[in-house]
């Protein structure tokens, strides 16, 4: 889906953002009036979201609703026009709407250039990341916390008449398994979904454990195995699984989960996955569950409001919308939301990415180093 000319944007900070977003969407959908002859997720009035990973982050989190959104959903393709009441708004032929799908979604001739970005150390360096982790090794040690999430950052500037598309249509041809998403000024692909709501089911997908893709067919295969039967992996992946669950229980009369994680294979490396579905036994929206589950133990840690304490003394930086929930809210509540992951965040002419890794009890600081390199690689080459 592809929105385009906010028409209504709504600010929320502070430790009761999600609710208030969702109250605030409430009440706009109970003035609308809607008409959706289309009726599959994602048409009639919708918001595109992207909130802070921190109640305390200097960075905002909004709703955006477009006047304008183009979607495609199993062959079905749809254009929705969202305006004030006060506004006539006069029927759009076919042939008006493909033009107006082109010149959203093309990057053929436009005048804004391509963006060619080196990305440097930012404010946690190789130096200081390896530190951090050490550090955090050793308050796992004393039982302080199970895990923590741990996280770098790398800058570059962007020139003038940049133009994002480009970067952004790499990461979905790279991608294609990915959620690759472009709200505010945050953008990535990233292979996590936090949670989706259709009608009265739920889902997610758990990210936790990662192994570098090999050179060839039997080393790939070997990085897959290995990674599936790492004590240390499965322990990560373990305490993100079980977080989620948790929060997802009060919301649903029964949850199935994968019976074991699984490998999930992207173009540069493979994850440890665990599948859930459940059905919801309350009228609960995707912003209600998103305030319950944000943030897992697979961004954060275990127990989290320890974890997160540990984040704060180890990390140099706001991760503003890094690792926090980007998504859409339809009308009637349901919606897609992802963890912000393999992304960055543009704010006037700099352009911050972020990579992170899971820290347990034996956590090598070299090896997790590496790992965020991995996770790096996709904002890398998408402005390269």
């Known amino acids: 889906m592809v929105g385009h000319d906010p028409l209504i944007t709504r600010v929320f900070r502070g430790k009761d953002r ?3 977003a969702a109250a605030d969407w409430q009440e706009i959908v ?3 009036e809607i008409r959706d002859q289309v009726k599959l997720p994602g048409t009639g009035l919708m918001a595109f979201g992207t909130f802070g990973f921190r ?3 200097a960075v905002s989190s909004v709703l955006i609703i477009p006047r304008l959104i183009v ?3 199993g062959g079905t393709s749809w254009l929705t026009r969202i305006h004030p009441a006060s506004e006539s708004v006069l029927p759009l032929s076919l042939e008006e709407a493909q033009n107006i799908l082109e010149e959203l979604i093309s990057t053929s001739g436009k005048t804004g250039t391509t963006p060619h970005v080196t990305l440097r150390e930012g404010a946690q360096t190789e130096a200081s990341f390896l530190s951090s982790v050490s ?3 050793e308050r796992i040690n004393t039982g302080e916390v199970d895990k923590v999430v741990l996280s770098r950052d790398l800058q570059g500037s962007l020139s003038e008449n940049s133009d994002l598309r480009f970067p952004l249509k790499r990461l979905a041809e790279s991608y294609p398994d990915c959620w690759t998403f472009s709200v505010d000024g945050l953008f990535g692909s990233s292979p996590e979904t936090l949670v989706g709501v259709h009608g009265n089911k739920v889902q997610a997908r758990v990210l936790a454990g990662t192994a570098r893709r090999g050179s060839d067919t039997n080393s790939d295969l070997e990085s897959a195995a290995a990674l599936a039967s790492s004590h240390k992996d499965l322990d990560e992946h373990g305490f993100a699984t079980r977080s989620v669950l948790d929060a997802l229980a009060p919301f649903t009369g029964a949850l ?3 019976d074991s994680p699984f490998t999930l294979k992207l173009p540069n490396v493979w994850h440890l996955a665990t599948d859930i579905a459940g059905t919801l036994s309350t009228g609960s929206s995707s912003l209600d569950l998103v305030d319950a589950l944000h943030p897992t133990a697979a961004v954060a840690g275990t127990p989290t409001a320890v974890a997160v304490t540990v984040i704060d003394d180890l990390e140099p930086f706001d991760r503003g919308r890094y690792a926090g929930p980007v998504g859409w809210v339809g009308a009637n509540g349901d919606g897609e939301w992802a963890i912000a992951l393999r992304c960055a965040q543009v704010s006037g002419g700099t352009i911050t990415a972020y990579a992170g890794c899971g ?5 090598i600081p070299e090896k997790e180093l590496v790992e965020t390199e991995m ?3 996709p904002i890398i080459d998408a402005f390269s």
């Open 18 to 20: 999600f609710r208030e």
């Open 30 to 32: 109970s003035s609308a």
């Open 55 to 57: 109640y305390t982050s």
């Open 71 to 73: 979607g495609r959903r």
């Open 135 to 137: 550090r955090a090794v």
């Open 256 to 258: 199935t989960v994968s």
């Open 359 to 363: 820290i347990v009890s034996d956590s």
């Open 375 to 377: 996770k790096f690689r």
